[in-house]
């Protein structure tokens, strides 16, 4: 009797360790799912305005900027450079700390030719930095608006006395 249950005992054991190695494994496995997911390629069907877009029928909010509403100095230049930049376009989005704003957009920084479009859009004077909790890009975004403000550049910044 005591063989027979050291035998099972065995067999039991062995079955946990392979239970274990095979969650242990899906585990990892997903992780890496989690990890791809930050960043997503999309194609960019509307620009709502200078830090709005939609793809996907997702409206997605670019993170680290603010650009003008409509009824305000910058909102169509802002608008049309960033339709310019991506419209019709496959970009990816790249994820930061926080998933979704208030209004239940999508919070991402913008990627298309390696370059960062939320950046790229402080640089040239068409939105201002604008940081909450996501700041992967802090410096840089923060660096753009001082140079572009301190040089006059675009809309925001180019009748500054």
Request: with cysteine; proline share 0%; net charge neutral.
């Amino acid at each position: 009797m005591s063989k027979i249950f050291n035998h099972i005992s065995k067999k039991f054991l062995l079955l946990i360790l392979l239970l274990s190695i095979l969650l242990l494994n899906y585990l990892l496995i997903s992780g890496d799912e989690k990890i791809i997911k930050n960043e997503e390629k999309v194609f960019v069907t509307k620009i709502i305005d200078g830090d709005t877009i939609i793809t996907n029928g997702e409206h997605i909010r670019l993170l680290g900027i603010d650009a003008d509403e409509r009824g305000y100095n910058c909102y169509n230049d802002a608008k049309k450079r960033l339709e310019e930049l991506i419209l019709n376009k496959e970009v990816l989005l790249e994820k930061d700390k926080s998933d979704k704003d208030q209004y239940g957009r999508l919070l991402r920084y913008i990627i298309f030719n390696e370059k960062n479009i939320n950046l790229k859009l402080v640089e040239e004077g068409f939105a201002v930095a604008r940081f909450y909790d996501d700041r992967k890009y802090y410096e840089d975004i923060l660096n753009a608006e001082r140079k572009a403000r301190e040089n006059k550049i675009g809309c925001k910044w180019e009748n500054l006395n």
